[in-house]
């Protein structure tokens, strides 16, 4: 993923709330999951 493709998807969730799951956050095979909860406050 490019410098940009990563700037323009915290773009996307900006201001947005929710829940978002990151499956192998660190890579395929590696352990490491996230959840982040958004609150919607930039």
């Known amino acids: 993923m ?3 493709q990563v700037e323009d ?3 996307k ?3 947005k ?3 978002i799951f990151l499956k ?3 890579g ?3 352990s490491g999951d996230t959840l ?3 609150t919607g406050r930039g």
Do not use: A, K, V
């Open 28 to 30: 395929p095979g590696l």
């Open 17 to 19: 709330t929710g829940i």
């Open 9 to 11: 998807s915290f773009d």
């Open 24 to 26: 192998d956050y660190y």
């Open 13 to 15: 969730i900006e201001n």
């Open 36 to 38: 982040t909860s958004l």
């Open 2 to 4: 490019s410098q940009r």
